[in-house]
């Protein structure tokens, strides 16, 4: 970026000390983080039902002595290292885990907060190093952390963090830039490569901007090839450093997007997911459509309220998605000196205010042709809501606010015209006026008129900031003028952007996800699984519409379910079981041939045992006779069944048929005369036991010797078994099947067999052995790369 004009002020650098405009900076988090901090309430919905049960799963793991990578405690068993939302490759989440075996909801909560005040100080980096005011740093720093959908939309963690890291890849790769730094662009790419492995459009949206930046710094310098050649070295540095970090990660994850349930989306699946234009006003007036109030209130696209005046509009979001809201001062500045006065314009933000608009017109969606040709950008079709993108347009949008509260503080900003200054107001007239219009239209005014109310207050309250803070600023007090334009700003967002239902819910609203929660289902389970658990015997559970929060627990109290809560799950348990992404809700259980319901010999073989469900279940599995399955108990959440058919988790068999396993999942029908417990289906020719021991002599008289097989020991990505096979067979584990598990037998490597349809299986030998299963992700994913490049494929994802 070009220095400031001789005219100008002297460098405001010079006078605010960084760490004291940190410190402003953090005694503003706390204040506004104070709620979460201090426990009263928790950040809700997907931080608590899908995040909170991660990080305790790999808190459990590592301070157990286990590995994370795989987990028996969702969907009968799950990749945990391939999930971009399984926390492992998570820094602030990791750290927490590694040092905390019981991570509570306010350590989970401090992560979140803490990567929000590690980006928005990486904007004050970014100010101190352009000698930008103080009060601009603060600007930027706080809208970035609290604003837009960092503030809306915090409880999907795994963007959160992609944000955060949004931030400081932009404050060191500048660094880089400018200086011509290695060791800064390495550092970049470290970051860089932390935030690509949240697999988030977010992510991804990020690095597309952070490209466009770099570009455009280099094309803009006074002499571009030279800036292109200083240039080079801290590029490479960073891409060695991305590559590092997130290499191995995602060729995991895209290896397991290829057999997940994921649908591909189109151009339409994707516009869906649009911010609605009418979205654009909570810019200046938060919650202005009663996105944080009871839902019943909401009244925004695409509520019924407002489809029963305009129309259907064919959009899927919740109401906490469309919120833009960052600040008065920020916003306010952005509209009239930034875009009024053409201060975006400038030379040394040009390229933010063309990123952020992009970043706009693809938020908007299929509300703009724009959205068309920015689809077909690589990696776009993934992701299924053009509205995540208010993310990185906050981020942006608090640069620019902060940029022109530089302008401001310095008496720099471009003088106004007459027509100007009419423009400027007439921006907020007609602003306040289309709200009003809108809220009497869809019959919701009275709900309106508070927030409109209180943007009016608080804009009173920031104009008057401007200017006080400006009077400091002028007269050399630069330190004063930020702590006015922090503590108002604080107030602002406290007020607009504080708790809400979509972003703060009592902590005791989800004690059963606390690891010494005393719920008296999750106790029930847990007694009847110790109860019927046996050396082959290790009973699996279903928690089936109980409540949003329900379907991960079993990851929190190490229950074995057939179901959870994660929207990338294994495409052939899916398709197999009907599993869902979700089944909050009793409508939400759906079944499939091959499980048709509960009393079905794939529920029996998966050893589903307990089955939890929020209302009788006849109301979920209509085709349920009396008898099929047993109630045991009714608690205060959940009606609690046993199935008395589930079948043990490992079986000993001594014979092999081989099927067809698509057509058995297709049609849901098993061979004739299938019986799990005498015979193993193989999509194979059937391998013959490999060969026992030699025993010379006569065999003893009498009956045949019985066999068994045991479990010796259960862990996440190791299973031990102990075998008695008289005459040899197949040893069937009822545990999901997935080509990265390997099979020993006795120390000796063995082939792992694909076993009736969804299982493991391995043969072994007539006497005593032990089987060893073992789940290797990184040799599979080199194994599969390898055998894709013999064949002349790419992983594709």
């Known amino acids: 970026m070009s220095q400031p004009p001789a005219s100008e002020p002297a460098s405001p650098a010079a006078r605010w000390p960084f760490a004291s405009v940190v410190a402003i900076v953090l005694l503003c988090w706390i204040a506004l983080s104070w709620p979460w901090l201090s426990g009263v309430v928790t950040i809700p919905w997907d931080a608590k039902a899908h995040f909170q049960p991660q990080l305790q799963f790999l808190a459990q793991a590592w301070h157990s002595g286990h590995s994370p990578f795989w987990t028996p405690y969702v969907f009968a068993g799950s990749p945990q290292v391939a999930d971009p939302q399984s ?13 905390e ?9 401090f992560a979140v907060l803490g990567t929000l005040l590690a980006g928005a100080l990486a904007f004050v980096v970014i100010f101190r190093d352009r000698d930008w005011h103080p009060a601009g740093a603060v600007v930027a720093a ?78 803009m310098a006074r002499n571009p090839w030279q800036a292109l050649r200083t240039s080079l070295l801290p590029l490479l540095a960073g891409g060695v450093g991305a590559v590092l970090v997130a290499t191995v990660p995602i060729l995991l994850t895209a ?61 899927y979001l919740a109401r906490n998605m469309s919120q833009l809201y960052l600040g008065l001062i920020p916003m306010g500045l952005v509209l009239t000196i930034g875009i009024v006065r053409g201060a975006l314009l400038r030379r040394e933000i040009v390229a933010l205010s063309v990123a952020a608009l992009l970043v706009l017109i693809f938020a908007l969606g299929r509300f703009t042709p724009g959205f068309r040709l920015l689809f077909e950008l690589p ?89 006080a803070a400006r009077g400091f600023a002028l007269r050399g007090a630069g330190l004063a003028a930020a702590i006015v334009i922090a503590v108002t700003l604080t107030v602002d967002l406290s007020v607009n952007n504080g708790p809400s239902e979509s972003t703060a819910l009592p902590s005791r609203d989800y004690d059963v996800l606390r690891v010494d929660s005393t719920n008296e289902t999750i106790a029930l389970l847990k007694r009847e699984t110790a109860r019927t658990a046996g050396p082959d015997r ?71 045992r307990f089955i939890a469900t929020g209302v009788p279940v006849e109301q979920i599995d209509k085709a349920l006779k009396p008898g099929d399955l047993n109630l045991i108990a009714r608690t205060q959440d959940a009606y609690v069944y046993e199935n008395p058919r589930a079948l043990p988790r490992v079986l000993l068999v001594t014979k092999a048929a081989k099927a067809d396993f698509d057509t058995i999942l297709t049609s849901g029908q098993w061979p004739a005369g299938f019986d799990p417990r005498q015979t193993v289906l193989l999509d194979r020719d059937t391998p013959p036991p490999p060969p026992g021991p030699i025993v010379t002599g006569r065999s003893p008289p009498g009956p045949a010797q019985p066999s068994s097989v045991r479990i010796a020991d259960y862990g996440t990505t190791e299973v031990t078994l102990k075998v008695d096979a008289p005459q040899g067979g197949y040893v069937v584990l009822n545990d ?40 290797t992700p990184f040799r599979g994913l080199f194994e599969d790369i390898g055998g894709r490049l013999k064949a002349g494929q790419r992983p594709q994802g």
């Open 736 to 775: 999901v099947w997935h080509p990265w598990w390997q099979a020993e037998v006795d120390g000796a490597p063995a082939e792992l067999l694909r076993a009736n349809v969804l299982f493991r299986a391995v043969a072994v030998p007539s006497g005593r052995s032990t089987v060893r299963f073992v789940f």
């Open 87 to 99: 926390l492992i490759f998570s820094p602030p989440f990791a750290l927490i885990a590694a040092l």
């Open 142 to 219: 706080l809208a970035f952390a609290f604003g837009a959908a960092a503030a809306w939309r915090i409880q999907h963690i795994g963007q959160v963090l992609s944000l955060g890291y949004f931030a400081i890849t932009l404050a060191l790769i500048s660094r880089a830039l400018e200086r011509g730094s290695t060791a800064y662009g390495f550092a970049a790419g470290i970051v860089a490569g932390f935030m690509v492995l949240g697999r988030d459009q977010v992510a991804l949206l990020g690095v597309y901007v952070l490209a466009g930046l770099v570009i455009a710094a280099i094309a």
């Open 255 to 315: 290896v397991l997007a290829e057999e997940s349930n994921r649908p591909a989306i189109d151009l339409i699946g994707a516009g869906k997911g649009s911010l609605h234009p009418a979205a654009l006003l909570t810019g200046l007036f938060a919650n202005l459509y009663g996105a944080a109030g009871p839902l019943e209130n909401f009244w925004g696209a695409p509520s019924p309220a407002f489809e029963a005046r305009f129309g259907p509009q064919d959009l």
């Open 538 to 608: 290790r009973d699996r559970i279903e928690l089936a519409g109980i409540g949003f929060h329900w379907p991960n627990a079993s990851l929190v109290h190490q229950l074995d379910n057939t179901l959870g809560y994660n929207p990338l799950r294994l495409g052939l348990y899916s398709k197999a079981t009907g599993a869902g992404d979700h089944v909050a809700l009793p409508d939400q259980r759906s079944f499939s041939p091959l499980m048709p319901g509960y009393r079905s010999l794939l529920a029996d073989m998966l050893g589903l």
């Open 379 to 467: 990696g776009i079709a993934f992701y299924r809501r053009p509205a995540d993108a208010l993310f990185i347009l906050g981020a942006l949008l608090a640069l620019l606010g902060g940029y022109l509260t530089h302008l401001v503080m310095t008496g720099t900003e471009p003088r106004a015209r007459r027509w100007q200054r009419v423009a400027e107001v007439a921006i907020f007239v007609v602003a306040l006026s289309l709200a009003l219009w809108l809220a009497w239209t869809v019959g919701r005014l009275s709900l309106a008129i508070v927030p409109l109310v209180t943007a009016l207050l608080c804009g009173i309250l920031c104009i008057g900031a401007l200017v």
């Open 101 to 109: 075996p019981v991570p509570g909801f306010r350590l989970g909560d």
